[in-house]
């Protein structure tokens, strides 16, 4: 069974994506840790991210970074979604995506395009998202214990400029797959947005 989620940042994809995976046995991949590692990459290499050649070239080292401490900044996401719009970039992080899928078994991957481009052919496709404002406050709260300087202001901005960077980009754009159903979490808590979840998935199977 292979489950496709998407949804745009801080939707509460990874956290019902990772419930799917322990509720159904199946291993996981966060594929914007892929695109976060090699926007660390870039930095450490002093890279231009608006060059896709810099950025292609950062690919070759992301493999050492997947557990780096910098992964989850807001900084790294947003480098995160600049050099994602560079097809070269997209299309060198694609086999390794398409292997986790096709595990014996089954797998649960949550991304941007994992319903419409990575596995179209997925059992089960979900989209997840939430109001801008929902969930900006719930990435200012993850962040600000450890980024005493950041405000709501600054995550609401960051949150509005990359749906739109994500979703007008000409490859791969973050979009609903048709045969996807819709989940906002806007005003559910972690347990009943999974509780949900776990329902359209058994209505899809
Ligand atoms: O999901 P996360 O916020 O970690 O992703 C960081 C960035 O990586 C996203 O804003 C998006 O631009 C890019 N991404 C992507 N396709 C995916 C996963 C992430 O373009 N499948």
């Known amino acids: 069974m292979i489950i496709a989620i998407d949804g ?3 939707s509460g994809k990874g956290t019902v994506a990772r419930a799917l995976a322990r509720h159904y046995a199946l291993p996981y991949l966060d594929t914007g840790l892929l695109y976060r590692a090699v926007a660390v990459s870039l930095l450490d290499n002093q890279g231009d991210s608006s060059r896709e050649s810099d950025a292609l ?3 070759d080292f992301a493999d050492s970074l997947l557990s780096d401490s ?6 790294t996401g947003k480098l995160a979604s ?3 719009v560079f097809p070269k970039v997209r299309q060198a992080l694609i086999k390794r995506q398409r292997d986790f899928a096709a595990q014996t078994g089954g797998a649960v991957l949550d991304g941007r395009d994992i319903g419409t481009v990575i596995v179209p052919d997925a059992d089960v496709k979900l989209f997840i998202t939430a109001s801008p404002e929902i969930r900006a406050k719930r990435r200012y709260d993850e962040l600000v214990k450890n980024n005493p300087d950041l405000t709501y202001d600054i995550i609401l901005e960051d949150i ?5 960077r994500d979703s007008s980009r000409k490859e ?3 979009k609903q797959a048709e045969d996807a159903d819709l989940l906002d979490s806007s005003l559910l808590g972690i347990d009943m947005a999974i509780e949900r979840a776990v329902a359209l998935v058994e209505k899809q199977l």
């Open 70 to 75: 910098r992964l989850r900044s807001e900084q």
């Open 160 to 164: 509005k400029s990359r749906d739109l």
């Open 172 to 174: 791969a754009p973050l």
């Open 57 to 59: 070239s950062a690919c």
């Open 8 to 10: 745009p940042a801080a």
């Open 82 to 84: 600049e050099i994602s």
